[in-house]
């Protein structure tokens, strides 16, 4: 019988196309891979690499073993799959992904309220905005920012959420200093070289100095609260904090729509359902605050 471990790391090579990047994606060391690819050949009676300067490449014969290897991997994740969508049992791992500022800046007190309520479930909270295959259970649960319903994916189950709004904001300090005629430049704050979109350029306070970079968002809201200049937040973000302002005459511009994805056997299982139906609660409290409704402070 082949081992399926084994394939697992044919399968990192034939990926990764080195060993040095399926051990790191493996999280084990050079020597295991080269082991266990020796162990698989040993086997199967066939080499499937050959090591050429630039890496490794699949042989004739592991071109061929790919297309099966892919098919028990397939096999693999879906027996997983079905087999964790009949838990109906609460304690266990629940992997929940989710943008970055959602995490940080509005959810994590009900998070931490889920889990106070539920300490048998291992959260695993993982705050970025890439694209996790819940096919493979990278995660259980997305909570993404959508602007087009049609193009989630057909093969994941979708809960639409609260409305999502941006507005441009700025220190309430420069602000004041802005409308008493301070000579001090305003600068955009910008993730990139793609500056701002159009509609955020039409408020009353113009950008006369050059533009102020930083990927990181969380960086921006300081900037911003420094008084550097203006930058563009979620609503959540900006008007919940203090310290900031709207940019007068900006209008809001529609973010997108908050959507609970699950695969279709994942859903099923008592800690998905319980976490969701949990945080639409909480989101759905939150509605105004995430439209921009909420009452302005100017």
């Known amino acids: 019988m082949i081992d399926w471990d084994d394939i697992r790391y044919f399968l990192a090579v034939a990926r990764g196309g ?38 490794y490449r699949l042989t004739a014969a592991g071109e061929e073993i790919l297309e099966f290897a892919n098919q028990m991997e397939a096999s693999s994740r879906q027996l997983e799959t079905r087999v964790f969508g009949r838990d109906q049992g609460v304690r266990g791992l629940l992997r929940v992904t989710l943008p970055p500022f959602l995490a940080t800046h509005l959810l994590m007190p009900d998070l931490a309220d889920f889990a106070r309520m539920h300490p048998e479930i291992e959260m695993e909270v993982l705050p970025t905005g890439a694209i996790a295959n819940l096919t493979n259970r990278e995660a259980d649960i997305a909570i993404r920012i959508v602007l087009d319903r049609e193009t989630l994916p057909p093969n994941l189950h979708g809960l639409p959420g609260p409305a999502l709004s941006s507005g441009i904001y700025m220190s309430r300090d420069r602000l004041t ?30 950008a006369t100095g050059a533009p102020f970079r930083t990927p990181d968002a969380e960086a921006q809201i300081v900037a911003a609260r420094q008084g550097i200049g203006m930058t563009k937040l979620p609503c959540f973000v900006g008007d919940a904090d203090p310290l900031l302002a709207r940019v007068p005459g900006t209008d809001l511009h529609r ?17 998905v359902r319980l976490f969701t139906e949990f945080v639409s609660r909480r989101l759905a409290a939150y509605a105004p605050l995430l439209a921009g409704l909420s009452v302005s402070r100017d």
């Open 255 to 271: 973010h997108g729509t908050l959507w609970f994805l699950t695969q279709g056997e994942t859903r099923k299982t008592k800690r």
């Open 177 to 206: 200093a802005w409308r008493a005629d301070a000579a001090d430049p305003v600068r955009w704050i910008v993730i990139n070289n793609n500056g701002l979109p159009g509609w955020a350029r039409c408020g009353e306070v113009h």
């Open 18 to 55: 080195s060993v040095r990047a399926a051990a790191g994606h493996l999280g084990v060391n050079h020597s295991t891979v080269l082991r266990r690819i020796a162990q698989l050949e040993e086997h199967l009676g066939t080499h499937m690499f050959e090591k050429l300067p630039a890496g």
